[in-house]
RNA sequence: GGUCCCAUCGUCUAGAGGCCUAGGACGUAGCCCUCUCAAGGCUAAAACACGGGUUCGAAUCCCGUUGGGACCGCCA
């Protein structure tokens, strides 16, 4: 390895972060991390019209959520047209490019009608060999693409993909309004970067041979690219907003922890044997572009919900309590400025971290420990707080309201003598309980619950229920 | 329409010619555990798209078919 490493990840920020692009900025990070490169990000905002501020705060604010730092940038492209321009205008000087009159609505209108006619729509290149200008029109500069021969790209992951000149066209690297193209400042970028491995979507490859000629009019060495295969929605039709859920954003909304979160687009392409799990120094230790997959994968929710499960469960109830804060803000569950004694919020967690699969859950479990009143769900209310049951609860809560050491075995112990009272299974006096309790008819351990709501609270939540069925 | 890419259980994937009676994971079903729900354990159903080659031998190599996807902008 005599060369430093170094990628970029080139978002437009005309959206939000998605699926894709963090999977894309992920491999991104971790080849350069792998190899001890540089990992830059560039913000490609040439489109004015279409990209804003507001996107590129979202975007870097989706990477710090998935802590993929980057060392260099942002750039930003708009601060560096007059780059681009000088290198358009070594390209002209060298005949290399010329100047287009042709107006974007004569364009659109033959891409139009050569569509119809089932013709491949590129462009003529009528402007050529224009001798002189068109007087009243401001030209775009368009590079001049070889229509002979072909262009090989050896890409790292598809292998050599041969395309044939002909098909290339004579594309605008400078708009009308001065303004350089994506195809354009993407090579001058990555030149001027030093960028030594392009690991972009795969939906960049057709580009790849244009590109491959840019750089060799500017006399540049050819960087290594890799394509990374798309990632599809269920419909398996690339992953859009129709799809419901593809930005980062929403997952951490959603409760999602960004371990879990990278550790599930991390498999979709990539595999290390049968592994499912890996922390982040695995990741970086492991991966490799030679093991991503071709094929396109399509995205599942199951399996990120199961992962982010896995991963509560293997996280500490300190942490998760930090994680699970702004949620319990959120669903109003605290309020501003609530303090919880930290030892008794962690116990809580620790009885609801297997049976949480999202931040929310946790959150939402969590309301019946921390809430004064508990609001039984209808249903539950229906099936167990009745006549059958009043009289396990009369006597759960009169065996309580002697109980001074208020631990779970003492607990279990009183519950014990009801159901042998009444020669009945433990589930019959649990379940009433735990409606009244908890709201709901699951929950964590009617034991523990009842030692963590407390004595005080336990009676008020009992006696609520025994009224309600008086 | 043209060009390019891709093809193993429903999904993510392992698989580099014999270790494959095709492995793991999610999901699904059943059982165990059990105060509920989970978690955990065990078990089951579930795939090499199809057709030709090459080879002693093919999920693996080649060709074709079919299917899917991406791109063909003065978007990126």
């Known amino acids: 390895m005599a060369e430093k490493v170094r990628v970029r990840f080139a978002p437009s920020p005309t959206g939000l972060l998605h699926l894709g692009g963090a999977r894309t900025a992920l491999f991104n990070w971790l080849y350069a991390r792998h190899n001890k490169g540089t990992f830059i990000?560039?913000?490609?905002?040439?489109?004015?019209?279409?990209?804003t501020e507001e996107y590129i705060d979202a975007i870097t604010e989706g990477m710090k959520w998935l802590s993929l730092d980057w060392d260099e940038g942002p750039h930003r492209q708009t601060d560096r047209f007059?780059?681009?321009?000088?290198?358009?205008?070594?390209?002209?000087?060298?005949?290399?490019?010329?100047?287009?009159?042709?107006?974007?609505?004569?364009?659109?209108k033959r891409r139009q009608e050569a569509l119809a006619q089932g013709k491949s729509p590129k462009y003529d290149g009528r402007c050529r060999n224009l001798a002189e200008p068109v007087s009243g029109r401001i030209p775009a500069i368009r590079f001049i693409?070889?229509?002979?021969?072909?262009?090989?790209?050896?890409?790292?992951i598809k292998g050599k993909v041969i395309f044939d000149n002909a098909q290339l066209d004579d594309l605008i690297i400078i708009r009308s309004d001065g303004t350089p193209t994506y195809n354009f400042v993407?090579?001058?970028?990555?030149?001027?970067?030093e960028i030594t491995h392009v690991i972009r979507g795969d939906d960049h490859l057709n580009n790849t041979p244009k590109q491959i000629h840019i750089y060799k009019a500017l006399g540049y060495r050819i960087p290594a690219f890799a394509h990374l295969p798309m990632i599809l929605g269920p419909d398996k039709t690339r992953l859009s907003?129709?799809?419901?859920?593809?930005?980062?954003?929403?997952?951490?909304?959603?409760?999602?922890?960004?371990?879990?979160?990278?550790?599930?687009?991390?498999?979709?392409?990539?595999?290390?044997?049968?592994?499912?799990?890996?922390?982040?120094?695995?990741?970086?230790?492991?991966?490799?572009?030679?093991?991503?997959g071709k094929s396109a994968a399509v995205f599942n929710p199951e399996k990120l919900l199961w992962l982010n499960s896995q991963y509560i469960i293997d996280s500490t109830a300190e942490r998760l309590g930090d994680l699970v804060m702004p949620f319990l803000l959120k669903q109003g569950i605290i309020k501003e400025g609530q303090i919880l004694d930290k030892e008794w919020f962690s116990r809580g967690i620790r009885t609801l971290k297997e049976r949480s699969r999202t931040l929310v859950e946790l959150a939402d479990s969590l309301r019946y420990y921390i809430s004064e009143e508990i609001e039984p769900d209808p249903k539950?209310?229906?099936?167990?707080?009745?006549?059958?049951?009043l009289p396990y609860l009369i006597d759960v809560k009169e065996a309580l309201k002697r109980l001074d050491n208020f631990i779970a075995p003492e607990i279990e112990k009183t519950f014990m003598s009801v159901v042998k009272k009444h020669r009945i299974k433990l589930g019959e006096v649990a379940q009433p309980v735990r409606?009244?309790?908890?709201?709901?008819?699951?929950?964590?351990?009617?034991?523990?619950?009842?030692?963590?709501?407390?004595k005080e609270k336990t009676l008020k939540r009992l006696e609520k229920a025994i009224k309600i069925i008086e």
């Open 41 to 51: 990000l560039r913000i490609e905002d040439t489109d004015r019209t279409r990209s």
């Open 82 to 108: 007059s780059i681009y321009k000088s290198y358009a205008d070594k390209l002209l000087k060298e005949g290399k490019a010329y100047y287009c009159y042709c107006s974007s609505e004569e364009l659109e």
């Open 145 to 156: 693409m070889p229509q002979e021969g072909e262009t090989v790209v050896d890409d790292l």
């Open 186 to 193: 993407v090579v001058v970028d990555d030149v001027d970067m």
């Open 241 to 292: 907003k129709r799809h419901g859920a593809t930005s980062v954003t929403a997952y951490k909304e959603m409760g999602y922890l960004p371990d879990a979160f990278v550790n599930y687009i991390v498999r979709l392409g990539w595999a290390h044997g049968d592994q499912e799990i890996f922390t982040r120094d695995e990741l970086i230790e492991y991966f490799s572009l030679e093991d991503v």
């Open 380 to 389: 539950a209310k229906e099936k167990f707080l009745n006549e059958r049951s």
């Open 435 to 454: 409606v009244a309790m908890t709201g709901k008819t699951e929950s964590a351990g009617i034991f523990e619950v009842i030692e963590i709501v407390g």
